[in-house]
């Protein structure tokens, strides 16, 4: 397995990584949430040798890379009936907290539910860690249940488990089926243009916004309202609620379209900013400025098109 998305590559573990592998499985603080917070007493060699056993169909070790450098591990088991059982753990702390874990776990969801023919899959984590059942509840996955006191961990401590599981299914309906068109701007009429979106830079940064209500970031944009005598109106107005931008050159690219049941157009612009205000009182907790899309996005079916899209038109790499 080879996934690439940005700066982060998922790979195959291979006997060469057994010396990185041996690091962090010996680090207690590493291995504390895995039940082993003295480390596992284990040589390179003989993970080296539990390597070259890894196959497609049963177990598979995975390495994170962030920046060609290894910063974590992940893992997929065959436990039957187009079942998939999958880990992560990010051993790099400087890289946690991130984001990165969103994206490298939709990164093999998606490997697995598209190419590998899986139908489920299913993972669990210590029910005293938070952070991680937040990272897959937004992600999707369903809480199937917890088992209290169901396991102990190196130090004969009794430790509790949270289960989940997200069907192929549901991961389709989620993050494959809206379709994504574009059109020249004077391709559609002006009064079936219901929405603006503005992709946004400042200092070499994508802006993006953290939706209070929808709990994840966005690009800047909204809905045509009444009073708005043209879609460029639209922009402007979101593009100062959302982001509280008061200077900026704004662009039309393209329209664009979103097909789920109907079909709904839109105008996609991009602005230069220069300055901010305060940011209004609105559904926006804050902003952000990223180099490359950050984790948890409202829409991740639709976002990454439309940047890509402006990336495209203006050749920004």
């Known amino acids: 397995m080879l996934l690439k998305s940005d700066s982060l590559v998922i790979r195959n573990a291979e006997t060469t990584d057994a010396s990185i592998l041996g690091t962090w499985w010996r680090n207690g603080k590493i291995m504390a949430h895995a039940g082993f917070p003295n480390g596992l007493s284990i040589t390179d060699e003989e993970i080296a040798e539990s390597l070259s056993k890894d196959s497609d169909n049963t177990y598979r070790r995975l390495i994170i890379e962030a920046d060609n450098l290894p910063v974590g ?17 990010i051993c790099d702390f400087s890289k946690q907290e991130k984001g990165y874990g969103s994206r490298l776990l939709i ?3 998606d490997e697995l539910f598209i190419n590998c023919g899986y139908e489920k899959i299913v993972l669990d984590t210590n029910l005293n860690n938070k952070r991680a059942q937040h990272v897959y509840e937004k992600l999707g996955f369903i809480k199937v249940c917890e088992r209290y006191d169901c396991w102990e961990n190196q130090l004969g401590e009794l430790q509790s488990a949270v289960d989940y599981e997200m069907k192929k299914d549901y991961y389709i309906r989620r993050f494959k089926e809206a379709e994504v068109k574009f059109y020249k701007i004077n391709e559609i009429d002006e009064s079936l243009l219901t929405f603006a979106v503005i992709v946004s830079r400042y200092m070499d940064k994508w802006v993006w916004c953290r939706n209070k209500i929808r709990n994840g970031w966005e690009i800047p944009g909204g809905r045509r309202e009444k009073y708005d005598g043209t879609i460029i109106e639209t922009a402007n107005r979101e593009l100062f609620e959302e982001t509280g931008a008061i200077k900026f050159n704004l662009m039309p690219i393209c329209v664009y379209s979103v097909r789920k049941e109907v079909e709904s157009f839109g105008i996609l612009f991009y602005a230069d900013i220069s300055e901010f205000g305060d940011l209004p009182e609105n559904e926006i907790e804050k902003i952000d400025f990223f180099k490359e899309s950050p984790a948890e996005l409202s829409f991740p079916q639709i976002q990454p098109k439309l940047l890509n899209r402006v990336k495209d038109e203006l050749k920004i790499v």
């Open 73 to 89: 591990e992940m893992n997929y088991r065959n436990i039957g009936n187009n079942t998939a059982e999958i880990g992560i753990k």
């Open 107 to 109: 990164m093999l969801i």
